[in-house]
């Protein structure tokens, strides 16, 4: 009787541990489909703008200070992006006192691909590239100082600038994207 048992026992242990393993993958799998909500990316640092103002202006040096974060909210992306682009008053002086540009912007869209999230929306912007509602796209790298990222005004003009993260840090957190 004592071996029957075992051998019962036997057979149903395996089906019971199979039967859970599935029940915990499909809830699982069910559970991440259908998140509400998450960060998908972060980040806010000092960065000088490769180049600076360029030939035409004669090299001279722009920082910027930047801050953005973008989470899915609901189904959706939102989020806020702020840049402040500071010059020296003069070519030789260390002091960024000018304000070059101001861009104030939502971000209502995203993209991740591995490491690299594309954060699009519209702006509001003072200085180089003026203009409300202004379409605009942030792409930024993961990582810490030495890293980059590119924002594109697409006003008239289209203005590209290539930004390398002097201090700070911009982090990539999830591949759940949503346009």
């Known amino acids: 009787m004592h071996g029957r048992s075992e051998l019962l026992s036997r057979r149903l242990i395996c089906p019971v541990i199979m039967g859970l393993a599935l029940i915990g993958l499909?809830?699982?799998?069910?559970?991440?489909?259908?998140?509400?909500?998450?960060?998908?990316?972060r980040g806010a640092g000092t960065t000088i703008i490769?180049?600076?103002?360029?030939?035409?202006?004669?090299?001279?040096?722009v920082l910027t200070t930047i801050a953005f974060h973008a989470e899915t909210s609901g189904g959706s992306v939102t989020g806020a992006f702020e840049c402040?682009?500071?010059?020296?008053?003069?070519?030789t002086s260390v002091q960024f006192t000018v304000n070059a540009m101001y861009v104030s912007g939502q971000i209502t869209?995203?993209?991740?691909n591995g490491d690299t999230a594309t954060l699009t929306g519209t702006a509001n912007i003072t200085?180089?590239?003026?203009?409300?509602?202004v379409p605009f796209e942030l792409v930024v790298r993961k990582g810490?100082?030495?890293t980059t990222a590119v924002l594109t005004t697409k006003g008239s003009p289209v203005l590209v600038f290539h930004e390398i993260l002097l201090d700070g840090s911009f982090e990539?957190?999830?591949g759940d994207t949503k346009d």
């Open 26 to 41: 499909a809830v699982g799998a069910f559970g991440k489909q259908n998140s509400a909500s998450g960060t998908i990316a």
């Open 50 to 61: 490769e180049g600076g103002t360029g030939s035409a202006g004669g090299f001279v040096p």
């Open 84 to 91: 402040l682009a500071r010059a020296p008053g003069a070519a």
């Open 109 to 112: 869209g995203a993209v991740v």
């Open 127 to 133: 200085g180089l590239g003026v203009g409300s509602g």
């Open 144 to 146: 810490g100082p030495g």
């Open 172 to 174: 990539v957190l999830t």
